[in-house]
């Protein structure tokens, strides 16, 4: 039995498979012949996919064979040359560096609306458990003042998602240095919680990238394209903040 709109939305899961599963009722789109809420589905999916890997994971009481499993995986991926090969269960053969990082908004956007519902219900005894221990999706539990932007990179060969509007004492931390010359000053740290959302959001562009054969030692890449996570620490945007003030300065000086 399928479930409407308007049926209560009790965890993560169940809002992805809603949806996944709910029929579009638009005019436009049953008029059209051709649901332009397709895109939304397919990252749904994916979402639901991560999810569930993710929660297979949790659940692994027997470390040693979750990690020779990984083992395999991770020994798949090379030839006795040391070449790498895989291929992202998004990657698209002749797809476009606009359709791919279309994509990627897609499943940002869908994580962001999925985190709003919780993971399980209450009293769900040793998922509740696993998961305590377990982070599922940075991207989703994410500060909600956080920005997400996703751009074709210079020379279509990159895809770039920035992040924007952190939280200073959620993503950053500081740390005083000192010169040789005895002055002082703060470099900032990732926290491990923006670590965590900047390798979820790089798994998620990697998803849409293959590999072909890059060897680090012969400088060889043969990747479809290249992933770039970019944040700016409080140091740089108090740098560019200066900057645009003593340009906006200067034009005005002009003018």
């Known amino acids: 039995m399928r479930k409407s709109k308007a049926s ?22 049953r008029e059209s012949g051709k649901c332009r809420h397709e895109g939304e589905k397919q990252a749904a999916r994916h979402a639901l996919g991560r999810l569930l890997e993710k929660l297979k994971g949790a659940a692994e009481n027997d470390r040693d064979e ?8 991770y020994a798949r991926g090379y030839d006795e040359y040391g070449n790498t090969y895989s291929m992202g269960n998004k990657y698209r053969s002749g797809q476009s560096m606009k359709d791919r990082a279309a994509g990627i908004r897609a499943d940002i956007k869908m994580a ?6 919780p993971l ?6 040793l998922m509740s458990q696993a998961l305590e221990t377990y982070r599922f999706d940075p991207i ?24 924007d509007n952190i939280p200073q004492d959620w993503g950053w931390v500081a740390g005083e240095v000192t010169e040789y010359e005895g002055e002082t000053y703060t470099r900032w740290h990732r926290s491990q919680a923006l670590k965590d959302l900047e390798a979820e959001l790089k798994s998620v562009g990697e998803a849409y990238n293959a590999d072909f054969g890059s060897n680090l030692s012969t400088d060889c890449f043969a ?6 996570v ?8 108090a740098r560019r903040a200066e900057y645009e003030q003593r340009h906006r300065k200067s034009r005005a000086s002009r003018d």
């Open 112 to 117: 962001r609306a999925a985190g709003k519902a």
């Open 230 to 237: 970019e944040s700016d620490d409080p140091a740089t945007l």
């Open 140 to 163: 989703g539990e994410a500060p909600a003042q956080i920005k997400f932007r996703v751009k074709i990179g210079r020379g279509y060969g990159s895809i770039e998602i920035n992040v």
């Open 120 to 125: 399980v219900e209450e009293g769900s005894g």
């Open 223 to 228: 990747q479809a394209f290249f992933v770039f």
């Open 66 to 73: 979750h990690a020779e499993a990984w083992a395999k995986i």
């Open 8 to 29: 209560k939305i009790r965890t993560r899961i169940e809002y992805l498979r809603t949806v996944i599963e709910t029929e579009c009722s638009a005019t436009t789109c």
